[in-house]
């Protein structure tokens, strides 16, 4: 049992149950795994009309995926490993702000939880006091504006396990932090159930309003949850390390980054960090 008194297994009813209705009907698949490589790639190996509004959760990832070729660590027992597949019609505007849109989502469902204090990492890791506590990977397979089918996944640090020997330190190349960790007021913290019942809504409920209106209807809440904006940092862009003061991102979603020698740059790759990490 996890602190919340429920079972900490994943449950497919207790998620479902987690739900609002109306929103609840918008997921048309639930699959649960015990051990997978990737949720994202079990979702992309599933029949075309089985994919959209279909989510996967797997209690251990053997092959978890992050951006730019990285890994993400899966243990098992207590994070989430989620993935949902959307297949967008024509929305008249190019996909590339939706990873930004996917970690706005993500942030409101943190805070439904009881976080405080969490942010963004430009374009979608979400950080606490500097530490990565969730990652977000979306794979899409489309072309220009047109249909499209998004995958998104989100690997939450819900409550890691011990570090005795600190083996996840030498797996993780980044200071990283756990919800059990964070949260400090005397409400317990969400079993897995709860936390994935949370994201599916947010995520639902933010992919049909991106498909109707785009990321100015997230813009506002973006700036508020950007951790990086004002901030002195380092952008390594294909293989070249660029120093600059952030200033928020593009109707694209790039990085507008100051520099002294160039002014004002987008960039819509490369790995951030702060000056004083």
């Given at each position: ?28 698949d ?68 939706l ?5 706005v ?41 047109g ?36 949260i400090?007021?005397?409400v ?43 901030r ?5 862009h ?40």
């Amino acid at each position: 049992m996890d602190n919340t008194g429920h079972t900490n297994s994943l449950d497919a009813t207790l998620i479902r149950r987690g739900m609002a209705p109306a929103i609840q009907a918008k997921l048309r698949d639930l699959t649960l795994l015990r051990e997978t490589g990737s949720t994202n790639t079990v979702v992309l190996d599933l029949p075309a009309d089985r994919q959209h509004a279909h989510a996967v959760l797997a209690d251990c990832q053997t092959g978890g995926r992050g951006r730019r070729q990285k890994t993400w660590h899966s243990p098992a027992g207590g994070n989430v490993y989620l993935s949902l597949g959307w297949r967008f019609r024509n929305t008249g505007w190019p996909l590339s702000t939706l990873p930004l849109v996917v970690a706005v989502a993500v942030c409101r469902a943190l805070g439904r939880a009881g976080l405080e204090g969490h942010g963004i990492k430009w374009p979608n890791d979400i950080l606490v006091n500097g530490k990565k506590l969730a990652g977000i990977l979306v794979e899409l397979n489309s072309q220009g504006s047109g249909p499209a089918l998004a995958v998104i996944g989100v690997g939450l640090n819900a409550r890691m396990p011990p570090d005795n020997r600190g083996e996840l330190s030498d797996a993780i190349d980044r200071p990283w932090t756990d919800l059990s960790s964070e949260i400090k007021t005397q409400v317990p913290v969400a079993g897995r159930n709860r936390l994935a019942a949370l994201l599916l809504e947010e995520l639902l409920t933010a992919l049909e309003a991106y498909q109707s209106h785009g990321f100015p209807t997230f813009s506002s809440a973006w700036q508020e949850l950007d951790l990086l904006r004002g901030r002195t940092i380092w952008l390594e862009h294909n293989g070249v390390q660029i120093s600059g003061e952030a200033q928020g991102v593009d109707a694209s979603g790039g990085l507008l980054l100051k520099t002294l020698s160039s002014g004002v740059q987008v960039f819509h790759s490369g790995e951030v960090s702060v000056h004083h990490e």
